[in-house]
Structure formats: C-alpha cells, structure tokens
C-alpha cells in the first residue's frame, strides 16, 4: 500500500504537472518552431504512456476496500498533524522549525515529510521510553531535516539527518506562475478584445499545485473564447471565488487542502449560482468519477489529456452537455450500476416520460450524441435535440451525464443489456 501511495502522491502527480506543462508551451508556440513543437509533443505522449502505466500499477495495489483518498498529498506543512498524531501515540516530540518555509518542489516535499515520518515511527517502535527532536531548518536553496531521540534502545541514542537542495528551477516557476493572481490580491489582466458577437466563457482554476494552475492558464489562454477569471489553491477558496466572480466553469481538482474539490462542487450546486464544474484530476479512480458526478459535476476529465481535448471539454460542459472522459464512462456505469441487489423501484418522475423520451433517455445511457440519437430513432437531429432538452426538463437534469447515472439507477437499463434487450 505505501508503494500505490508514493506513486500516486508523488510520482504520478509530478508526470502530470510536466504534461500539463510540456502541452501548455506547445500551444503558446502556435505553428512556431515546428521542431521545438514535435519536442513538446513527445513529451506529452511520453508523460501520458508513463501515467497510463501507473494507474494499472496503482490499480493492481490498491486493496478494493481502501478508503477514498481525498486529502492532499503528505507535505512539510503538515509536519504539525504528524507530531500531534506521534504525541498521541505515547511518544513526545519537540518540533522546531528555524527559517521562513518556502514553498517546495512537489517530490521534494513529500520525500522530506516522509523522512521524518519514517524516523518518528522508528523511534516510537524500537526507542523504548524516549523524547524525540524534529528540527526543519529552511535557508537559501537549502532545506536540512533532523530528527533525534534519546531513548537507549538496542544501541544507544539516535541522530537521523538529511539535507537536500530544493529545486531551484521549480521554486522559480511557482514563484512566477503566482505572480499576479487572484489569490495574491493583485490586478487581473484585462480580457482579450473579441468580436461583439463571440460569447466568451469564463474559467474559474482550481487546484493545489502552482505549476499545474499556471499550465492550464497558459492552454487556456490559447483560445481567444476562454476567458480566465482567477484561480484557487483549495477548495475553500474555489467556493469564496466562485461566488464572488460568477464563472461559467470551474475546473476543479479533487485532492486539496483545507477543503477537497468534491466537497467545494456540492457547495457550489447547492448555492445554484449556474457555474458548471469539471473535474480535472490525476487519476481516473472509479470512485473519484462515480462520487464527483453525484456531487454534482458536469465532467470529469484527466490533467493529462491533450491541451486541445482540455479546452473542447470546458466548451462542451459551458454549453450545458456533460462530459466524461473517454475511458472512463462505461466503466465507471458498469460497477457502480451494476452492483448486485434487487430490481430498483422505477421512479415516480419516469411516469411523466413519453414512450418516445424514455427511448431517447435509454440511448443517452448508452453515451449516444443527439446525432447518433436522430440515426438510431430515424428523426431529425433537431427533433433528437428537443427530446433531449424534454427528457432533462422533465427529470429535473442538469446535464447528459446526470441523463445517463438517472436512466441505470432508476433500472431503464441495465448495465450489459441494449435497449432492444429491455
């Protein structure tokens, strides 16, 4: 289980960020240095067959009744929550921390908290009675670690130290990517000037990473349609700057401090202010997808996908369709639909569905376009498109999405069977 961890805290979430990266300057380049371009796009490729490979890793480790992780990743500034959880375990710690902390470099974080995480336990397992010292000296591109016990155990008192460079080339780039943001109180930039008849959506960014905020800016600044708004490490924070900035979207991440990105959705469908939320995460666990589209979001889609595929989804969920990523969708239906019990009782609202709609909602369960809906029905694609609108009106649905988990939950179909099989 440590091992699915460390992957998915900390060597995944670092992939991601230089996907997210290597595809955000590919597309400020435009046609421009078309050898530079093919570097950035192997790159991509490189980053997402690497993630691809460890998701089947965490997969196969990952215990099936493991709890849903929702926290962010292990980092120094948590230290606090680690001694306090050591002292409640019976052994006493002194923390001391000389310097001002500085933000660090995602896999620098984590390996330092980790350290002392693994020296505590030690000392509490094989010490005996004993005092433990933790000392986090932070200095100018330097962060020293050291942890102490006096306990006698097997050999006599312990003295654990490590002492890292931090990333200076990732500390600038978080430094830059904060400057001028919403979350520092300084001026936004002023919206592109667009044609008077061109509906600019505006995007609300959240998530804890620096880097990857200032990825998805930079992509998203790519299409003159998009607007971004301001940004948010948390998911506190998401809900305060929703509300007062009204976006169309905001694109969310799952795993954050103070307040994770499913509980910030259901906040802010609770307080139906109309911004649509799309879910943007590392890892396509089922019970990310399954628990995000129940709190209310509109999609859900990987930070690795390509910038191209980032930016038609946040047009896709502002239209009001919903959205899940390609892999993920029958999936995700198939289990959680699926789960063994009795026949469902079929809902009172499925009774104000003509004959016609309740086909029309069958075939949006099979994740079926209104074109493919107009084919298969033989109709127009206009008509399709009213149906489609009838049956969500009608049910009370945002979007498409929430048409599909309504249409197996409800028992209209079943997971494995067509529509020609009910």
Request: cysteine-free.
């Amino acid at each position: 289980m440590r091992i699915a961890r460390e992957l998915h805290d900390v060597v995944a979430h670092s992939v991601s960020v230089i996907v997210v990266q290597a595809g955000a300057e590919r597309m400020t380049l435009g046609k421009e240095r078309p050898a530079t371009r093919d570097v950035l796009l192997g790159i991509e490729r490189t980053g997402r067959e690497a993630l691809v490979e460890m998701r089947r890793l965490v997969g196969v480790l990952r215990r099936g009744d493991e709890a849903l992780e929702l926290a962010p990743q292990p980092s120094l500034a948590r230290l606090d929550e680690l001694v306090e959880h050591v002292r409640q375990a019976g052994l006493q710690v002194e923390l001391t921390v000389e310097g001002a902390p500085a933000e660090l470099a995602p896999g620098v974080d984590v390996s330092a908290y980790r350290i002392v995480q693994e020296a505590l336990t030690n000392t509490l397992k094989h010490a005996g009675p004993a005092r433990a010292f933790v000392s986090v000296r932070y200095g100018r591109r330097l962060l020293e670690l050291e942890v102490a016990d006096d306990g006698a155990g097997d050999s006599g008192p312990r003295r654990q130290r490590s002492r890292t460079r931090r990333d200076a080339r990732a500390d600038r780039a978080s430094r830059r990517s904060a400057r001028g943001r919403l979350a520092s109180g300084r001026r936004l930039r002023r919206a592109r000037e667009l044609p008077a008849r061109t509906r600019v959506t505006r995007v609300l960014i959240v998530d804890d990473q620096p880097l990857v905020r200032a990825g998805l800016r930079k992509i998203f600044d790519a299409d003159p349609e998009l607007e971004i708004v301001g940004e948010a490490p948390n998911g506190l924070a998401a809900v305060e700057r929703a509300r007062r900035l009204r976006p169309d979207v905001v694109v969310m991440d799952i795993r954050m401090p103070v307040l994770d990105g499913l509980e910030a959705t259901r906040r802010l469908i609770a307080d139906e202010g109309g911004e649509r939320i799309l879910i943007l995460t590392t890892f396509d666990l089922d019970e990310y997808v399954y628990e995000a589209l129940r709190a209310g979001a509109s999609g859900f889609m990987l930070k690795d996908a390509p910038p191209e595929d980032l930016i038609a989804a946040v047009r896709i969920v502002a239209g009001g369709e919903g959205l899940l990523a390609p892999a993920v969708t029958k999936r995700v239906i198939e289990r959680f639909a699926g789960l063994p019990g009795p026949e469902p009782e079929a809902p009172a609202e499925l009774d104000e569905l003509t004959a016609r709609e309740r086909e029309v909602l069958a075939l949006l369960a099979g994740s079926l376009s209104n074109a493919e809906i107009a084919e298969t029905l033989v109709i127009s694609n206009g008509t399709a498109k009213t149906h489609v609108a009838r049956v969500l009106g009608k049910l009370g649905l945002r979007d498409r999405v929430q048409a599909v988990i309504f249409a197996y939950e409800s028992g209209l179909v079943r997971p494995g069977h067509h529509l020609s099989e009910k």
